[in-house]
């Protein structure tokens, strides 16, 4: 149960850890990846990707991230589950999903049930 409550609070405040300061300047700013994150307006998504889910309930992960590892798998040709067990060990990853360390990662099933949401938008 600890758990639980822990990842839903690192939802909703978001703080960066001090091993998330220290890892931030290991990956350049030239990295492609981190110029297509500049590039990327997230406002534009937030109303389409969050239609997707009813705001009832468990708070999910956020939608952008959600959209952005199916991104990661098409140009890196990772499965879903790849692309979890990357995210988890590559830097250059949480910095272009916008993850901290101590956020959790989506897993699987969840990018799944996402592709079908998307699907069907």
């Not at 149960?1 to 290991?26: C, V, W, Y």
């Not at 098409?74 to 901290?100: K, Y």
Request: hydrophobic letters at 40%; a neutral charge.
């Amino acid at each position: 149960m600890f758990a639980e409550e822990k990842e839903r609070e690192s939802k909703r405040t978001r703080q960066i850890g001090f091993g998330d300061d220290l890892l931030a300047g290991r990956v350049l700013s030239e990295h492609w990846l981190l110029k297509i994150e500049r590039l990327i307006d997230g406002s534009a998504f937030e109303w389409p990707l969050g239609s997707l889910y009813s705001h009832t309930g468990r708070p999910s992960h956020p939608p952008l991230v959600m959209f952005k590892m199916l991104l990661l798998e098409q140009w890196f040709n990772l499965s879903d589950a790849e692309v979890e067990a990357q995210t988890r060990v590559r830097i250059d990853f949480l910095c272009f999903l916008g993850l901290t360390l101590t956020d959790p990662v989506p897993d699987e099933t969840a990018r799944v049930r996402f592709r079908q949401r998307l699907i069907r938008l």
